[in-house]
């Protein structure tokens, strides 16, 4: 499509910027998705213009024929607007179908004025309102692409980050480490487990490490294995590891299964896990009174 077609949209842009940006402000809240309990009128408006502004600008600069890729460089204004405004979007709550029908509400403030502009003319009408549409059309597909990836690396963090809180290694005395596990173990969690724990060894100088797997609600040949690799890790580093919460439920499925503890001691509970672990490292525990 020639330049030339963009013509009359880049003329409604410029002459009604404003009234544009309040009935795209008014198409949001008839859709439903300005979210008033998100963002203030004053904050959407702001967004509506900012967008608005890099998106005519693109339409100025750009060629639109049969080639139009939003990628190009002269979209890449509208781009960065996109991805700040899709960010501050994701970041309060907005959905992803929040997200795109906020983008496409801009279709119907700029057919209204083309509506207004070209009644005379029906056939330069459907031209502009087929260019309006795709012009629209990629600028939310690439927002969704944006919200996705954006939902994607929230996710990613939170999942570091609860990794990072189900993995706590303790310091229960001096050179006595605990490393209470809880839920499931699965490969990931268990390489995040055995750098965590190897890294406090070495920054605390530990000679015993207590793995509590009280929490842990079932053992497998994989959970068993991922155990005795973190045990063997622990030799490895000079210290020695107690494996705690060994239930008799947990005892006969390792049996069942043919796992070979072979040298880790194990324990039925933290607390004659953390006897030996003192007891390793020189120090009793004694009754000093009558309860």
Request: contains cysteine.
């Given at each position: ?101 906020f983008v496409l509400a801009l279709k119907a403030p700029l057919f209204k004025q083309l509506e207004t502009q070209l009644k ?88 015993v490490v207590i793995v509590d797997i009280t929490g842990v609600g079932t053992v497998d040949t994989q959970v068993a ?67």
């Amino acid at each position: 499509m020639p330049q030339s077609a963009t013509a009359n949209i880049i003329k409604i842009l410029e002459s009604d910027f404003s009234k544009i940006v309040e009935a795209w402000l008014g198409t949001q809240v008839r859709e439903g998705v300005k979210r008033s309990d998100l963002f203030s009128d004053d904050e959407s408006r702001a967004q509506n213009a900012e967008l608005l502004k890099s998106f005519s600008k693109g339409v100025r600069n750009a060629t639109v024929d049969s080639d139009f890729d939003f990628t190009d460089a002269e979209w890449e204004d509208l781009r960065a607007v996109l991805a700040d405004v899709t960010k501050d979007r994701v970041s309060r709550g907005v959905t992803p179908t929040e997200m795109a029908t906020f983008v496409l509400a801009l279709k119907a403030p700029l057919f209204k004025q083309l509506e207004t502009q070209l009644k005379d003319d029906p056939a330069a009408l459907i031209q502009e309102v087929l260019l309006v549409t795709r012009l629209v059309d990629a600028f939310a597909i690439y927002t969704n692409e944006v919200f996705i990836a954006e939902r994607e690396q929230i996710i990613e963090r939170q999942r570091e980050e609860m990794l990072e809180l189900s993995t706590p290694v303790v310091e229960l005395w001096d050179r006595v480490l605990t490393l209470p596990l809880i839920g499931t173990l699965d490969s990931a969690r268990a390489q995040e487990v055995m750098e965590n724990l190897l890294q406090t060894i070495l920054d605390r100088q530990a000679e015993v490490v207590i793995v509590d797997i009280t929490g842990v609600g079932t053992v497998d040949t994989q959970v068993a294995q991922h155990l005795l690799r973190a045990a063997a890790a622990v030799r490895l580093m000079g210290a020695e590891c107690i494996i705690s919460g060994i239930s008799p439920m947990i005892a006969q499925t390792m049996v069942q299964l043919g796992i070979d503890v072979g040298t880790v001691s194990t324990r039925s509970s933290i607390r004659t896990a953390l006897a030996d672990a003192l007891k390793t490292v020189g120090y009793s525990i004694q009754k000093t009174r009558d309860a």
